[in-house]
Nanobody, 124 residues
Framework: QVQLVESGGGLVQAGGSLRLSCAAS????????MGWFRQAPGKEREFVAA?????????LYADSVKGRFTISRDNAKNTVYLQMIILKPEDTAVYYC????????????????WGRGTQVTVSS
């Protein structure tokens, strides 16, 4: 069982930056791949980024965030991060972290555990 709690969301102007954190409970965090997804009002939840179980492991990004978002993790702190720069109004959404064993996935159904989300609002 893994429990996930996101933090770091907020209101930022276009062009600004935010760093989201996701703290995980449980002793087996290092055996889980971690993903970030987001859901904008009236839209389906979509994949943003993922990192496999290693601290400097394989990463995947949605095309819409490549070059602007960076996912990283610190297994000693049971935490995964999403650094977001050059934010755009279309990045406005609730951001969720998710966990699945070992290797990255890009589909909602790939993930077994989910946090409750943190709101990111980007004003124009």
């Amino acid at each position: 069982q893994v429990q996930l709690v996101e933090s770091g969301g907020g209101l930022v102007q276009a062009g600004g930056s935010l760093r989201l954190s996701c703290a995980a409970s449980g002793r087996t965090f290092s055996s889980y791949a971690m993903g970030w997804f987001r859901q904008a009002p009236g839209k389906e939840r979509e994949f943003v980024a993922a990192i496999n179980w290693r601290n400097n492991g394989n990463t995947l990004y949605a095309d819409s965030v490549k070059g602007r978002f960076t996912i990283s993790r610190d297994n000693a702190k049971n935490t995964v991060y999403l650094q977001m720069i050059i934010l755009k109004p279309e990045d406005t959404a609730v951001y969720y972290c998710a966990a699945r064993p070992w290797v990255v996935g890009t589909h909602i159904g790939d993930y077994d555990y989910w946090g409750r989300g943190t709101q990111v609002t980007v004003s124009s």
